[in-house]
């Protein structure tokens, strides 16, 4: 549930590596989650047939003019309002000039001089300390074709279906200094886009693909040269290309030889990177105002009625749960890594209005479960309406914690069974005949004369092997609180 909040070794979130100091900066493409391309009415449904959604515009025919989807713009205030920044009220399109062969113009239209969604800021946590990544800007533009190499011999393919499909460029400061920082904002991010809607955030399907600018310096030098390691699809293989590459450049370094820019791709069955090309700069792609298009202009009463509409932001409702429920900062943070999530962690508090043990367990035994199974726990067989139970059963002393994760492991494998059957039906129900408990520690201290003289003589621990015994004694039914407090009065 929680990956991008786990606590991690020293080591892998160290900003300093044999004595230099790690930069990264990131440039994602969001696809937007529109029902047509940004500037034709094709659609943009994945797998299907290579070509088959390509209409005249996004082949760039003689004569056809590319006319702006107003959903994509909308979906571009909304993650402008989501992360603080600047709503520019006129923005322009221009022509990014270069050849490719799933590119029908030779040109990509986007945003250059004047991008829609400028500054603001992504927040998030890397354990338990507070980070900031700066945002340079977000601007809207149309995605390429793709070439397809593995079903020709000898040839490639080009499928136009992707050509035209909307894409939001995010383009952050060099503010990170790890792999791990990296990552966890790569997360947070995949986490905005997604709760607002505006991406589905697939990344195998290339709905949101990362590229990270990697350089390393000596403290308080320049920066060093970068290269952007493109199309990280996966969180898993964007930490190890990071670190492969942190590492390559510091070697190449060390060694007499200079950095040079490129662009490089991550091999993950090799775990390393390799140059693909050099690395091209603004001036190398001849931007200049697209004419077909006229500046988009957005007005203060559309950004405002955009806002009305917007769900209530992962952050606002971390400060919510925090205030209301009482909760840690980052206990508020961890549940509301998804909307998911936040809605089991409200609905099961709503039954049982016990909000800490909620997110306890939600936290623990139920993330764990849901870890091993790779599912969120809001996909995790056990409803709110049973981990509610289960935590009233808890705190009216019907069970104890050891009993509930064996309820849990029950729910877990059998989904639809009843909280209070399955508590009878494995005879978990706590010790509550004070007579008979009495009578089981009675017989405990007759038995461990030693471990009772040890506590007299002010060793503590022998309490603990004392109560051992009689929740042996017991079958582990009686309750460990009530077990303390009759030997602390017999001790006495």
Not at 427 to 447: C, F, P, R, S, Y
Request: hydrophobic share 40%.
């Amino acid at each position: 549930m929680n990956t991008s909040m786990q606590k991690q070794s020293p080591a892998a979130s160290s900003s300093m590596i044999q004595g230099y100091e790690v930069v990264i900066g990131f440039e994602t493409h969001a696809q937007l989650s529109t029902q047509s391309k940004i500037f034709s009415r094709a659609a943009i449904a994945f797998g299907a047939e290579p070509n088959t959604q390509a209409c005249a515009v996004d082949l760039a025919l003689p004569g056809t003019l590319p006319v702006m989807n107003i959903g994509a713009v909308e979906r571009a205030i909304e993650f402008g309002l989501a992360v603080g920044s600047h709503i520019a009220p006129r923005s322009i399109f221009a022509r990014k000039n270069y050849f490719y062969p799933d590119l029908p113009k030779g040109y990509q239209i986007s945003q250059f001089e004047i991008p829609v969604v400028q500054g603001g800021a992504v927040e998030f946590y890397l354990g338990d300390e507070k980070k900031s990544v700066r945002l340079v800007r977000a601007h809207l533009e149309e995605d390429a074709g793709k070439s397809l190499h593995e079903d020709f011999i000898g040839q490639t393919g080009i499928d136009l279906n992707r050509a035209g499909t909307p894409l939001l460029e995010i383009v952050t400061e060099p503010d990170m200094r790890s792999s791990l920082e990296a990552v966890a904002y790569a997360k947070e991010l995949h986490k905005i886009v997604t709760w607002i809607g505006i991406c589905d955030g697939n990344m195998q399907e290339g709905s949101f693909r990362c590229d990270a600018n990697v350089s390393v310096r000596k403290p308080g030098a320049e920066l060093g040269t970068r290269r952007e390691i493109k199309n990280l699809n996966s969180f898993k293989f964007m930490q190890q290309a990071i670190d492969y590459e942190i590492r390559w450049q510091i070697e190449e370094i060390e060694d007499g030889r200079a950095i040079q820019q490129a662009t490089v791709l991550f091999n993950p069955d090799s775990g390393e990177t390799r140059a693909m090309r050099t690395k091209e700069d603004a001036a190398d792609y001849r931007y200049f105002p697209d004419p077909d298009l006229p500046p988009l202009v957005v007005s203060d009463d559309w950004v405002q009625r955009v806002r009305a509409s917007m769900t209530e932001l992962p952050r606002v409702m971390a400060q919510r749960f925090a205030s209301d429920y009482g909760l840690s900062d980052y206990d508020a943070a961890a549940l509301t890594q998804s909307r998911a999530v936040a809605a089991y962690f409200e609905d099961t508090t709503q039954s049982c209005g016990q909000p800490k043990l909620v997110s306890n367990w939600i936290m623990g035994e139920l993330s764990r479960r849901a870890n091993a199974d790779e599912i969120e726990v809001s996909a995790s067989p056990v409803t709110p309406s049973q981990l509610a139970q289960l935590i009233n059963r808890i705190q009216d002393g019907t069970i104890s914690n050891n009993a509930a994760r064996q309820v849990v492991e029950v729910l877990w494998s059998a989904p639809g069974s009843e909280v209070d059957v399955v508590i009878q039906a494995k005879g978990l129900k706590q010790m509550n005949d004070t007579g008979a408990l009495e009578k089981i520690v009675d017989a405990v201290l007759a038995a461990n004369p030693k471990n009772v003289e040890e506590f007299r003589s002010g060793n503590a621990k022998a309490l603990n092997a004392l109560v051992g015994q009689i929740m042996k004694g017991s079958q582990g039914k009686a309750n460990p609180q009530q077990v303390n407090e009759l030997l602390r009065q017999k001790l006495a």
